[in-house]
């Protein structure tokens, strides 16, 4: 399947950042595809959708995959699996990288496959594992993430270049490259990789996605609580993405002390 979109670099999946407001504003920013995060197909919490959104699934539960894939697969660009998850809830509840199973692997992404003619992806990290889920995704997938960071190393240490690049002779799949991207590596990465995602780099920094596009935009924390303020969004949260839009400020010691401080909105707006 061919994936129809302008920029070969992404939004990487990112539980706690990737709300409405920032996808909005990575995508507007020049992101290709901008995705959820983890999300589970049971959860009491609105979705939002909106631009070409991949959602990302965690769960082993099948039916109810199937029914949400129905309730949202018209709004959605695509579909994501999340068998990467290195939390300490992942081991807890057996899914991530903790989802060991090659058989009980099979039968969730069949159940995706089966339930969209969507592009589907899959997310994974480096494990012994990788390699026997591939080969399973390559009947189902139109496309793989790979972060190669073990789930010991969490998202700290070097990723593993070299085993990522040793996938691409082994299966035919595009692969999606996730891994300390930035505006430095980027042109060498995309000629070992057929597209991209941003994590870290992005947050509190929409802008980022300028580099690998043709736009120029200049968003500040204003235009997200803009939108934060249009979806609704819970204060705690907006009091969050204030923090990480003002990390690498110049001289916002005094600002973000403010911003700390802030009980409610109207405190944080009169801080910024
Ligand atoms: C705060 C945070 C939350 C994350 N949440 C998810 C998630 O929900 N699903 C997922 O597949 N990966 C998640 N990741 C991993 C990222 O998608 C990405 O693979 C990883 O951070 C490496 O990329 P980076 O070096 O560009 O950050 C998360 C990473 C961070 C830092």
Excluded at 105 to 130: A, C, D, G, H, W
Excluded at 201 to 226: E, H, M, Q, W
Aim: aromatic share 12%; net charge positive; with cysteine.
């Amino acid at each position: 399947m061919k994936l129809n979109i302008k920029s070969k670099v992404f939004l990487a999946p990112m539980e706690g950042i990737n709300d409405i407001a920032f996808r909005t504003l990575c995508k507007k920013a020049g992101a290709g595809i901008i995705f959820s995060e983890m999300t589970h197909p049971l959860t009491q919490q609105k979705i939002f959708i909106e631009g070409k959104m991949v959602i990302q699934l965690f769960s082993t539960n099948e039916k109810g995959i199937k029914e949400f894939i129905k309730k949202y697969d018209k709004k959605v660009f695509g579909w994501d699996f999340n068998l990467g998850c290195p939390a300490k809830t992942a081991k807890k509840h057996g899914f991530g990288i903790f989802l060991q199973d090659l058989n009980l692997i099979e039968k969730i992404l069949q159940t995706i496959r089966s339930s969209t003619k969507k592009p589907f992806f899959v997310k994974l990290r480096k494990s012994p594992q990788t390699f026997e889920i591939l080969k399973i995704a390559e009947k189902y997938c139109d496309a793989i993430t790979i972060h190669p960071r073990t789930q010991e190393q969490g998202y700290s240490g070097k990723p593993d270049l070299k085993f990522a690049t040793s996938l691409k002779k082994k299966i035919k799949l595009p692969i999606i490259y996730s891994g300390n991207v930035d505006e430095k590596n980027y042109k060498n990465l995309l000629k070992k990789f057929d597209y991209l995602m941003i994590g870290r780099r992005a947050i509190g920094d929409p802008n980022v996605f300028n580099f690998f596009s043709n736009k120029k935009t200049n968003f500040d924390f204003k235009d997200y609580l803009k939108l934060a303020e249009k979806y609704k969004l819970p204060f705690r949260q907006i009091k969050f993405q204030a923090m990480n839009f003002t990390k690498r400020k110049p001289d916002a010691k005094k600002l973000r002390l403010e911003i700390f401080k802030a009980k409610n909105l109207e405190e944080l707006k009169r801080a910024i």
